[in-house]
């Protein structure tokens, strides 16, 4: 075993274990019930500890985004939790561990058990029954924007990255704030929401600012430097939550807020899920090792004769991505995995994959001692998503498996195959000799590519899934992750069969998860 991969291991686990330790010191002012009956929606409660329920101020819920989840929420509802509120998060149907499938109809119904659940009662007069406030974020907005117009008695509305909804103007205070770089449609969405409660006129939002109703207590904020996720985790808008806050319950203001201990605390926990996937490199290095042990020093190009051309096959990608756009013009078998734009996708990657390995038509030739490069690969899988994402779901983002999604586990990571094949075969033996800077330019080169083929997807073939653009940028992000993993298993193993079936498997558990199931 390598001397060099077992400290890097050490050092990887201590720091992870004082990281936890301090996120748990943090969270000892928390208290969480991670199943929290409300009415008949199952929530999970973060409220302050050591308060009794009857002496907190204000009842917040909190409303996720599309393809997201609550732990995408978890954020700041500790931070409100820490100034007094009694914080619920809720997953929508077919997002999180929500067995439930996505619709509309069954969103505002989930949310409509949760706000009468939280509402206090019509005939109780106790000073204890704190009054109810609602929280979204860009779907989530929507839905929360639509709740307040069947529920009169919450007493106000929060909408961050709202997407644009018909509001019905009335006297409930209503905070809009969007990011100086949110999406196009997104600002202009906030723009009309606010001139229908307001009835005034905004210039275009292309510029940070803010506007406050003269005649109704509603306000619009555009952060600088803010894009649509950010709009959850910029301190500022933590500060304009807690003004509107205030109006409800001016408890609140009893307690201050400081940006930087707030900010402290975000890093603490973005460090702890990057250590939780940094952890995973020492490990699967080590892994080689055992079952691996009489692995040589592998020779360039002994698995695919290498291209010429080189940057010719960034042209091989367009040219299958725009083959499988006509062929899902056709017909999309993959429509059954009820994947809210994961089923497109899917298919734009295995057309894209069939149609570049049969454009190349690579020499397929065998690796000294594949079986066990194939078992490191299968065993490194198992790691990342048993071992390491489910830390990662603690804290941002849900990537637990729910048994009514495992089935589409198979089904997506072998029509994907073939598209991680080609990928592994131009990226690792293919442009071999380029440089590392010139092939993660590659990377980035048939990734815009694909981004392009996805868009002309959904707003041309497929526009009733449009509002999936929204995460595309989250997409990119994963896609270049998963590209480091699986260039990691190549490293060390010396296989691109290894490689592109870790990529497989780990986009068809991501796409599994991830995407709301309809």
């Not at 149907?93 to 949310?111: K, L, M, N, Q, Y």
């Not at 489910?390 to 994907?416: A, G, N």
């Not at 080169?445 to 995460?471: C, K, M, P, Y």
Request: with cysteine.
């Amino acid at each position: 075993m390598s001397r060099s991969n077992l400290i890097f291991l050490a050092a990887c686990g201590a720091a992870w274990a004082l990281l936890y330790q301090m996120i748990a010191v943090q969270n000892r002012a928390l208290a969480v019930e991670e199943h929290r009956q409300v009415g008949k929606a199952l929530l999970i409660r973060i409220r302050p500890a050591g308060q009794v329920e009857q002496s907190l101020p204000v009842k917040v819920l909190l409303i996720h985004g599309l393809s997201a989840s609550k732990s995408a929420m978890k954020q700041v509802a500790g931070e409100l939790a820490r100034w007094g509120c009694d914080c619920y998060l809720v997953d929508l149907p077919g997002h999180g561990d929500s067995r439930e499938r996505f619709s509309f109809e069954a969103t505002v119904s989930a949310i409509d058990q949760a706000v009468l659940g939280l509402l206090p009662g019509l005939k109780d007069a106790d000073h204890s029954s704190a009054p109810l406030v609602v929280i979204g974020h860009s779907f989530g907005a929507r839905v929360a924007l639509g709740a307040a117009q069947r529920h009169p008695r919450i007493a106000a509305v929060i909408a961050l990255s709202p997407a644009a909804e018909d509001f019905v103007p009335r006297q409930v205070p209503l905070l809009i704030v969007t990011g100086e770089f949110d999406f196009p449609f997104v600002r202009r969405g906030a723009a009309f929401l606010y001139e229908q409660v307001t009835g005034a006129r905004l210039p275009r939002l292309d510029a940070p600012g803010q506007w406050q109703s003269s005649t109704g207590p509603s306000r619009l904020v555009v952060l600088p430097w803010t894009d649509h996720s950010q709009t959850l985790f910029k301190a500022g808008s933590l500060n304009e939550i807690k003004s509107w806050l205030t109006r409800v319950s001016p408890e609140i203001a009893k307690v201050s807020f400081s940006p930087g201990a707030f900010w402290v605390r975000a890093q603490l926990r973005v460090l702890f899920c990057l250590l939780s996937l940094l952890i995973w490199f020492p490990l699967i290095a080590l892994l080689a090792d055992l079952v691996m042990p009489a692995r040589r020093e592998r020779r360039r190009n002994s698995f695919v004769s290498p291209t010429t051309g080189k940057f010719r096959v960034v042209w091989t990608y367009a040219f299958a991505a725009a083959v499988a756009n006509l062929f899902l013009m056709r017909v999309n078998p993959w429509e059954r995995l009820g994947l809210l734009g994961g089923d497109y996708l899917t298919g734009l990657l295995c057309a894209t994959g069939v149609v570049g390995l049969a454009t190349l038509r690579p020499d397929w030739k065998s690796a000294n001692h594949e079986w066990r490069a194939v078992l490191c690969s299968l065993l490194a899988w198992l790691i990342l998503v048993l071992g390491c994402l489910p830390w990662i779901t603690t804290e941002f983002v849900h990537l637990d498996m729910s048994s009514t999604r495992f089935w589409r586990l198979p089904w997506i990571s072998l029509s994907v195959l073939p598209f991680f094949l080609l990928d592994e075969l131009v990226s690792r033996r293919s442009l071999q000799g380029l440089g590392s800077a010139r092939i993660v330019m590659f990377h980035f080169s048939t990734r815009f590519i694909l981004a392009i083929a996805l868009l002309l997807g959904f707003f041309v073939l497929r526009n009733g899934q449009f509002l999936v653009v929204l995460i595309l940028p989250g997409l990119l992000l994963t896609s270049l992750l998963c590209w480091c993993l699986a260039a990691w298993i190549h490293r060390n193993t010396g296989s691109v069969a290894a490689s592109g079936i870790f990529g497989a498997l780990a986009t068809g558990w991501f796409f599994s998860v991830f995407f709301a199931q309809l």
